[in-house]
Protein backbone atom coordinates (compact mmCIF):
# COMPACT_ATOMS: atom_id res chain seq x y z
CA UNK A 1 0.00 0.00 0.00
CA UNK A 2 1.57 3.38 -0.68
CA UNK A 3 2.10 5.18 2.59
CA UNK A 4 1.30 8.56 0.97
CA UNK A 5 -2.20 7.81 0.47
CA UNK A 6 -3.16 7.05 3.54
CA UNK A 7 -0.66 9.10 5.25
CA UNK A 8 -2.77 12.13 3.43
CA UNK A 9 -5.89 10.95 4.24
CA UNK A 10 -4.71 11.15 7.92
CA UNK A 11 -3.38 14.53 7.55
CA UNK A 12 -6.65 15.49 6.05
CA UNK A 13 -9.10 14.21 8.69
CA UNK A 14 -6.33 15.53 11.24
CA UNK A 15 -6.84 18.69 9.95
CA UNK A 16 -10.77 19.26 9.45
CA UNK A 17 -10.62 17.93 13.11
CA UNK A 18 -7.96 20.97 14.20
CA UNK A 19 -9.97 23.24 12.49
CA UNK A 20 -13.82 21.86 13.73
CA UNK A 21 -15.62 20.53 10.71
CA UNK A 22 -15.76 17.12 13.11
CA UNK A 23 -16.72 18.43 16.55
CA UNK A 24 -15.67 17.05 19.56
CA UNK A 25 -18.01 13.61 20.50
CA UNK A 26 -18.99 13.60 16.52
CA UNK A 27 -19.00 10.21 15.00
CA UNK A 28 -16.68 10.94 11.40
CA UNK A 29 -18.13 9.69 8.19
CA UNK A 30 -18.79 5.99 7.74
CA UNK A 31 -15.88 4.17 6.49
CA UNK A 32 -17.99 3.59 2.87
CA UNK A 33 -18.23 7.72 2.83
CA UNK A 34 -14.61 8.02 3.69
CA UNK A 35 -13.85 5.64 0.74
CA UNK A 36 -15.89 6.66 -1.92
CA UNK A 37 -14.49 10.33 -0.85
CA UNK A 38 -10.93 9.16 -1.22
CA UNK A 39 -10.93 7.08 -3.82
CA UNK A 40 -9.12 4.51 -1.79
CA UNK A 41 -9.75 0.61 -0.43
CA UNK A 42 -11.53 0.76 3.02
CA UNK A 43 -8.23 -0.63 4.04
CA UNK A 44 -6.55 2.30 2.83
CA UNK A 45 -8.70 4.20 5.10
CA UNK A 46 -8.96 2.08 8.60
CA UNK A 47 -4.84 2.72 7.99
CA UNK A 48 -5.60 6.60 8.51
CA UNK A 49 -8.33 5.96 11.07
CA UNK A 50 -5.91 4.12 13.35
CA UNK A 51 -2.90 6.28 12.73
CA UNK A 52 -5.65 8.95 14.46
CA UNK A 53 -6.85 6.57 16.92
CA UNK A 54 -2.84 6.45 18.11
CA UNK A 55 -3.01 10.21 18.36
CA UNK A 56 -5.96 10.56 20.57
CA UNK A 57 -7.85 12.22 17.75
CA UNK A 58 -10.64 9.68 17.30
CA UNK A 59 -11.82 6.81 19.20
CA UNK A 60 -13.55 3.59 17.37
CA UNK A 61 -16.74 2.85 18.84
CA UNK A 62 -17.68 -1.16 18.34
CA UNK A 63 -21.04 -1.11 16.41
CA UNK A 64 -21.30 2.65 16.22
CA UNK A 65 -18.02 3.99 14.29
CA UNK A 66 -15.49 6.40 14.90
CA UNK A 67 -16.09 9.28 17.61
CA UNK A 68 -14.00 12.49 17.71
CA UNK A 69 -12.18 12.91 21.13
CA UNK A 70 -9.94 15.59 20.25
CA UNK A 71 -10.98 19.23 21.79
CA UNK A 72 -8.32 22.05 21.99
CA UNK A 73 -9.25 25.37 22.66
CA UNK A 74 -6.14 27.78 21.53
CA UNK A 75 -5.79 31.59 22.30
CA UNK A 76 -3.82 34.42 22.88
CA UNK A 77 -4.97 36.45 26.01
CA UNK A 78 -3.03 39.31 28.25
CA UNK A 79 -2.21 38.12 31.69
CA UNK A 80 -5.00 40.21 34.05
CA UNK A 81 -4.73 40.83 37.73
CA UNK A 82 -6.87 37.93 38.35
CA UNK A 83 -4.89 35.67 36.29
CA UNK A 84 -2.02 36.67 38.08
CA UNK A 85 -3.17 35.70 41.42
CA UNK A 86 -4.30 31.91 40.40
CA UNK A 87 -0.96 31.10 37.62
CA UNK A 88 1.46 33.03 39.01
CA UNK A 89 2.34 35.15 35.72
CA UNK A 90 3.24 38.69 35.85
CA UNK A 91 0.03 40.90 35.15
CA UNK A 92 0.37 42.18 31.52
CA UNK A 93 2.19 39.25 29.84
CA UNK A 94 0.68 37.28 27.07
CA UNK A 95 0.11 34.08 27.45
CA UNK A 96 -1.53 30.77 24.97
CA UNK A 97 -4.20 29.21 26.27
CA UNK A 98 -4.65 25.33 25.36
CA UNK A 99 -7.40 23.19 26.43
CA UNK A 100 -7.85 19.18 25.95
CA UNK A 101 -9.98 16.91 26.34
CA UNK A 102 -8.96 13.25 26.75
CA UNK A 103 -10.76 10.58 26.16
CA UNK A 104 -11.06 6.83 27.20
CA UNK A 105 -13.14 4.37 25.64
CA UNK A 106 -15.21 7.39 24.02
CA UNK A 107 -16.01 8.90 27.41
CA UNK A 108 -14.29 12.10 28.41
CA UNK A 109 -12.45 11.63 31.30
CA UNK A 110 -9.77 14.06 31.40
CA UNK A 111 -9.68 18.16 30.42
CA UNK A 112 -5.84 20.27 31.01
CA UNK A 113 -6.23 24.31 31.33
CA UNK A 114 -2.53 24.80 29.77
CA UNK A 115 -1.61 28.33 29.84
CA UNK A 116 1.88 29.07 28.09
CA UNK A 117 4.38 32.01 28.24
CA UNK A 118 4.15 33.59 24.65
CA UNK A 119 8.04 34.96 24.82
CA UNK A 120 8.86 31.14 25.07
CA UNK A 121 6.57 29.18 23.26
CA UNK A 122 6.69 31.60 20.01
CA UNK A 123 5.08 30.36 17.15
CA UNK A 124 3.46 27.52 18.46
CA UNK A 125 0.13 26.99 16.40
CA UNK A 126 -3.21 24.30 16.88
CA UNK A 127 -1.10 22.21 14.70
CA UNK A 128 2.14 21.97 16.50
CA UNK A 129 -0.03 22.36 19.58
CA UNK A 130 -1.67 18.94 18.99
CA UNK A 131 1.03 16.95 18.38
CA UNK A 132 3.76 17.79 21.09
CA UNK A 133 4.54 21.26 22.92
CA UNK A 134 7.49 20.49 24.61
CA UNK A 135 8.67 18.54 21.41
CA UNK A 136 8.20 21.58 20.00
CA UNK A 137 9.94 24.33 22.89
CA UNK A 138 12.41 22.07 23.15
CA UNK A 139 13.31 20.78 19.80
CA UNK A 140 12.68 23.60 17.53
CA UNK A 141 12.74 26.94 20.27
CA UNK A 142 15.96 25.30 22.33
CA UNK A 143 13.95 26.25 25.49
CA UNK A 144 15.52 23.80 28.20
CA UNK A 145 13.14 22.65 30.92
CA UNK A 146 14.77 22.64 34.29
CA UNK A 147 12.05 22.35 36.91
CA UNK A 148 8.37 21.27 37.83
CA UNK A 149 6.22 21.62 40.65
CA UNK A 150 3.06 19.81 41.19
CA UNK A 151 -0.10 20.41 43.66
CA UNK A 152 -2.88 17.31 43.84
CA UNK A 153 -5.86 18.11 45.57
CA UNK A 154 -9.59 17.21 45.10
CA UNK A 155 -12.10 19.58 43.95
CA UNK A 156 -16.27 19.89 43.86
CA UNK A 157 -16.76 20.01 39.92
CA UNK A 158 -17.69 23.31 38.53
CA UNK A 159 -20.16 23.95 35.16
CA UNK A 160 -16.79 23.94 33.16
CA UNK A 161 -15.92 20.13 34.27
CA UNK A 162 -19.31 19.37 34.00
CA UNK A 163 -19.57 20.44 30.21
CA UNK A 164 -16.31 18.38 29.44
CA UNK A 165 -16.46 15.39 31.52
CA UNK A 166 -18.50 12.25 31.74
CA UNK A 167 -19.41 12.58 35.27
CA UNK A 168 -21.99 10.61 36.04
CA UNK A 169 -22.98 9.84 39.64
CA UNK A 170 -19.59 11.94 40.36
CA UNK A 171 -19.85 15.11 42.25
CA UNK A 172 -15.79 16.11 42.36
CA UNK A 173 -12.88 15.79 40.10
CA UNK A 174 -8.94 15.22 41.32
CA UNK A 175 -7.04 18.51 40.37
CA UNK A 176 -3.28 18.65 39.35
CA UNK A 177 -1.85 21.57 38.80
CA UNK A 178 1.83 21.85 37.38
CA UNK A 179 4.50 24.67 37.23
CA UNK A 180 7.49 24.43 34.78
CA UNK A 181 10.47 26.91 34.50
CA UNK A 182 13.16 27.19 32.28
CA UNK A 183 16.63 27.05 32.29
CA UNK A 184 16.76 30.77 33.53
CA UNK A 185 14.27 30.36 36.48
CA UNK A 186 10.97 32.17 34.32
CA UNK A 187 7.87 30.30 35.01
CA UNK A 188 6.67 29.67 31.35
CA UNK A 189 3.63 27.23 31.66
CA UNK A 190 1.05 26.54 34.27
CA UNK A 191 -1.77 23.87 33.44
CA UNK A 192 -4.29 22.88 35.45
CA UNK A 193 -5.31 18.91 34.53
CA UNK A 194 -8.98 18.26 36.35
CA UNK A 195 -9.35 14.30 36.03
CA UNK A 196 -12.49 11.90 36.64
CA UNK A 197 -12.56 10.53 40.01
CA UNK A 198 -12.68 6.64 38.62
CA UNK A 199 -9.22 6.97 36.49
CA UNK A 200 -7.14 9.43 39.13
CA UNK A 201 -3.96 7.50 40.66
CA UNK A 202 -1.20 8.89 42.45
CA UNK A 203 1.93 7.24 43.49
CA UNK A 204 5.28 8.41 44.98
CA UNK A 205 8.22 6.91 44.60
CA UNK A 206 10.92 8.37 47.64
CA UNK A 207 14.14 7.20 48.19
CA UNK A 208 16.19 8.19 51.42
Not at 77 to 102: A, D, N, P, Y
Not at 106 to 116: E, P, T
Not at 164 to 175: E, F, M, R, T
Request: aromatic share 10%; hydrophobic share 35%; charged share 25%.
Amino acid sequence: MPKAIYEGIYREIRSRIINGTYAFQEMLPTEVELTAEFGCTRNTVRRALGMLADGMFVQPIHGKGVRVIWLKSFEHLVCTEQLSRHLGFKVGEELIRVVRVRSLNGNARQVDHGYFLASIAKGLTPEIAADSIYGYLEHKRGVKVMASRRTVSVELANDEDCSYLDLGKYNCVAVMESQSYTSDGILFEVTHTRTHPEIFHYRVNSKR
